[in-house]
């Protein structure tokens, strides 16, 4: 059995009282690195750049129409300037310059509806972007809200390992001034049990909050005052006080 002077064995009840405050920062890390806030934004960021990005796609296919409707206006009223041009000079013969007349009325009559249909993609290119713009608009929303949340918790992390730190500093200085054999057994144990150490009150184990069995606090009454002693139920290392029993 695995030996340590009382007094030395009390002092396990502050190393776990430092490595207590360390789970609890490591808690306190674990859930300031999993907010549910930043997850909900993701997915929310994830939407809406979809959105955003079908959107963009939309405006690029209607401004590439728009230019294709551009090119068969201006492609009909240079067609409409040529022939208006032979029909001014009156040269050809009279049925020739019939024709032209029958072609340019045809002509302004092809243009007419292309310009109806080039004022319809303007149109209905002005309602895109207008959308683009309030998709971008919410985009932009959620990254500001994600910046906010994010230095948020980069500033609370940013305290929470400084103070671990700081009990780690402690942690390491008092432990280094421990029996080692006894420190080795508090170790393993805290490995293992995830409590390393804690006291034993009228009979009670502070480890599991249970209260000792007579045939346990029996066995730990028989036991030398410097014999590490361990709780049945949580494994870990009972330090025993004046009034333990």
Aim: glycine content about 6%; aromatic content about 2%; proline content about 1%.
């Amino acid at each position: 059995m695995a030996k340590a002077a009382p007094a030395e064995q009390l002092k396990l009840l502050e190393l776990q009282g430092l490595d207590a405050k360390l789970k609890s920062l490591a808690n306190r890390r674990r859930l300031l690195e999993t907010d549910p806030r930043i997850k909900d934004l993701e997915a929310a960021l994830s939407v809406a750049g979809g959105e955003l990005g079908a959107a963009k796609m939309a405006v690029h296919d209607a401004e590439a129409e728009l230019k294709r409707a551009e090119a068969d206006v201006e492609q009909v009223a240079s067609r409409i300037e040529r022939d208006e041009a032979r029909l001014n000079s009156g040269t050809g013969l009279s049925k020739d310059l019939v024709a032209l007349q029958k072609d340019i009325a045809s002509l302004t009559k092809r243009r007419s509806d292309l310009e109806d249909v080039e004022l319809e993609i303007m149109e209905r290119l002005d309602s895109l972007r207008a959308r683009q713009a309030q998709q971008q608009g919410i985009v932009d929303d959620i990254q500001a809200s994600f910046g906010t949340i994010r230095a948020e918790l980069d500033a609370a992390l940013a305290e929470v390992e400084a103070e671990a730190a700081e009990v780690r500093a402690r942690r390491s200085a008092f432990a280094a001034a421990l029996d080692t054999g006894m420190l080795a057994v508090y170790e393993k144990t805290l490995a293992r049990r995830g409590v390393g150490a804690a006291r034993l009150f009228h009979g009670t184990s502070e480890a599991s909050g249970m209260k000792l069995s007579a045939g346990d606090l029996a066995e730990i009454k028989a036991a030398a005052a410097d014999d590490i002693v361990f709780c049945p139920d949580s494994g870990a290392i009972l330090v025993r006080s004046e009034e333990w029993a």
